[in-house]
């Protein structure tokens, strides 16, 4: 019986870069151990698509233990959280105490962009950056992915509302051009590295969409998807941020927020890579066609029209 590979937040909702992992790697024949929080349905499904599904905190050293033994490959990721730093080298010393042989690494672009005199506004980058520092220190075998923003977290959680009742992007991204990326196609990356591992420890990669635009671009491509006018209206980043914190946001998530849409508008998100194409050899996900296929989301229903 081979190794399991282990995948972390396989339940994951926004995204669901892990859930796709595991699909992927499943019907590839490979075995895999799903990491979740609790169990739940989608612990349930998980293991109906054929994982071994194991119940984890990655802050909680016992669990830990129990999730790594027996993997030599595995993939690290967490959602946006104040305790990510302390997650990861919990993970990392267990993985490391284990004989992982090969580590694949969720991170973020915007790292690439930091050094030790040079960080970000957002609490979360420092974290990811002070966590692949982390992670080298250890001599793991490591690979760092750095995905740009993620259309999902990003385009599908933030642009419906304001598309759906006012055909607008209402975004503090000022001019600036960016190159969302699709879930998918970062899932379909870290499944590839996770079957095949070997050749690519100790190298970086970086996950973009296939264009880098400014908004106006892109409302264009919703237009284009949406088969009516979307246009892009450029909001002050700190309004933006009092709303969200309104909705009942975390304030770590929220501050990240903000800090990506000040970046945004000094141009730091203009970023263009074919990694996602060499990696898995298909094109990225564009904008026009994670939107055509998202439609749903951004129009009003005919019910909603009436009333």
Not at 25 to 50: F, I, P, T
Not at 247 to 261: I, K, Y
Not at 270 to 290: K, W, Y
Request: charged share 20%.
């Amino acid at each position: 019986m081979p190794n399991p590979i282990l995948v972390t937040g396989a339940a994951g909702r926004v995204g669901a870069v892990g859930r796709t992992v595991t699909e992927l790697l499943l019907k590839q024949g490979k075995a895999v151990r799903a990491m979740v929080r609790n169990e739940d349905e989608r612990a349930q499904a998980l293991r109906g698509l054929g994982a071994e599904v194991v119940v984890g905190n990655l802050l909680d050293l016992d669990s830990m233990h129990r999730v790594i033994a027996g993997c030599e490959t595995m993939y690290f990721s967490m959602s946006i959280s104040d305790a990510y730093l302390a997650a990861t080298v919990n993970t990392a010393a267990v993985a490391k105490h284990h004989g992982v042989k090969a580590f694949i690494n969720m991170s973020q672009m915007t790292v690439s962009q930091m050094s030790i005199t040079e960080t970000t506004p957002s609490p979360q980058h420092k974290l990811h950056w002070l966590a692949e520092q982390a992670l080298n220190w250890s001599g793991l075998p490591v690979v760092h992915v750095r995905p740009t923003v993620f259309l999902e977290g990003f385009f599908l959680t933030l642009t419906p509302d304001s598309v759906r009742e006012s055909d607008q992007i209402r975004l503090p991204f000022g001019e600036g051009k960016t190159s969302p990326v699709a879930a998918e196609d970062v899932a379909r990356v870290i499944a590839a590295l996770l079957a095949n591992p070997q050749p690519h420890i100790g190298k970086i990669y970086h996950l973009t969409g296939p264009q880098s635009e400014n908004m106006h671009f892109f409302a264009q491509e919703y237009s284009k998807a949406l088969g009516r006018t979307i246009t892009f209206q450029d909001i002050p980043v700190e309004p933006w941020r009092d709303e969200l914190l309104k909705r009942g946001w975390p304030v770590h998530v929220v501050n990240h927020l903000a800090a990506m849409g000040d970046l945004h508008r000094a141009g730091r998100f203009d970023r263009l890579s074919d990694d996602v194409l060499t990696l898995t050899g298909q094109e990225p996900l564009s904008v026009q066609e994670f939107v055509r296929m998202n439609a749903a989301a951004f129009t009003a229903s005919a019910k909603a029209k009436e009333a």
